[in-house]
């Protein structure tokens, strides 16, 4: 009988001690020399991926959750413990990586019951903060705004976050942000490009000058959704409203969500989460030459919290 593989590559990711077979790059600043048994493993295949469906939806069955991507290879998510891989032969290494560390993460996050929420965070003044929303609202770039601004980098894209029993927390997910090209020069950020980004040829991954990557879970202060429009508020949002949008803009791959069954659950868990976080929707004009106005609005409502 065969024993466990070797995983000689570990991190301390959202409160969980991964192992893996391959190197995570993204995830160099959550590296720990932890020789326990890993919560989560991360393994390779040379074999096929099983039953993995061939259009692009995620297939769920006897072999866990599955998904392919076309020229790139198959992952296998089972019981939140296990991402297996499946490279195909011309897969890139930096493919592998992102849809290991995006998708197949996200999907694992949901077997283990977590809240597994698309946004980008900071910490300003002992206050932390989640932007989210619709895709393309400009989540990286109001993180980036606070980050010059003074803020620190709590996360970026995937995160988890969690309820506790007098506050919500987000546990710190990276030590860099994804940026598109017009808002690095906005920001005047070209030294701080590490690589463009796999799929998008005008996005970058950017370094940032402090982060909180390595450390333990977060106390949640604010959640503001943005919105693009013509005139600069900041609104509170309650009750079903508040739940409504948080859920709107935080949820991340919704169709692989309905297919595993677990739409109650992660309803659950926000709304456990918007009764100790306040819920701000921020309208701006997507006019970078603006930023700075939300910045000091959203300066100015973490402050106001006590």
């Avoid at 998904?67 to 297996?84: C, N, P, S, T, Y």
């Avoid at 929303?133 to 996360?155: C, D, F, R, W, Y």
């Amino acid at each position: 009988m065969m024993g466990s593989p070797v995983l000689p590559w570990r991190y301390r990711h959202s409160g969980l001690l991964v192992g893996s077979q391959i190197e995570l790059e993204a995830w160099e600043a959550f590296r720990t020399d932890d020789e326990g048994e890993p919560d989560i493993a991360i393994t390779l295949s040379d074999e096929p991926c099983p039953d993995c469906p061939s259009d692009g939806r995620t297939g769920i069955g006897e072999h866990g959750v599955r998904f392919a991507v076309d020229g790139v290879g198959g992952w296998q998510v089972q019981e939140g413990r296990r991402i297996l891989l499946h490279p195909s032969l011309s897969a890139d290494p930096r493919e592998l990586q992102l849809f290991t560390l995006g998708s197949a993460w996200g999907l694992l996050g949901y077997q283990r019951g977590h809240a597994m929420w698309h946004g980008s965070a900071v910490e300003l003044g002992g206050r932390c903060v989640i932007f989210c929303g619709e895709a393309g609202e400009g989540k990286s770039t109001m993180a980036a705004a606070m980050i010059a601004s003074g803020a620190t980098l709590v996360a970026d894209d995937l995160s988890r976050a969690a309820p506790g029993e007098n506050a919500a927390h987000v546990y710190p997910s990276s030590s860099r942000l994804k940026l598109w090209s017009q808002a690095i020069d906005h920001l005047g950020w070209r030294d701080r490009i590490i690589v463009r980004d796999w799929l998008r040829d005008d996005k970058f991954h950017c370094r940032v000058a402090t982060h909180h990557a390595g450390v333990g879970a977060m106390p949640l202060d604010a959640i503001v959704v943005l919105q693009s429009g013509s005139e600069l508020a900041l609104d509170r949002l309650t009750g079903g409203a508040a739940l409504a949008a948080v859920l709107a803009g935080t949820i991340y791959r919704p169709e692989a969500l309905e297919e595993m069954g677990l739409w109650a659950q992660q309803g659950a868990i926000a709304a456990q989460i918007v009764s100790h976080a306040p819920v701000y929707r921020l309208t701006r004009p997507r006019d970078l030459a603006a930023l700075s106005e939300s910045v000091n609005a959203v300066t100015d409502m973490l402050k106001s919290l006590g």
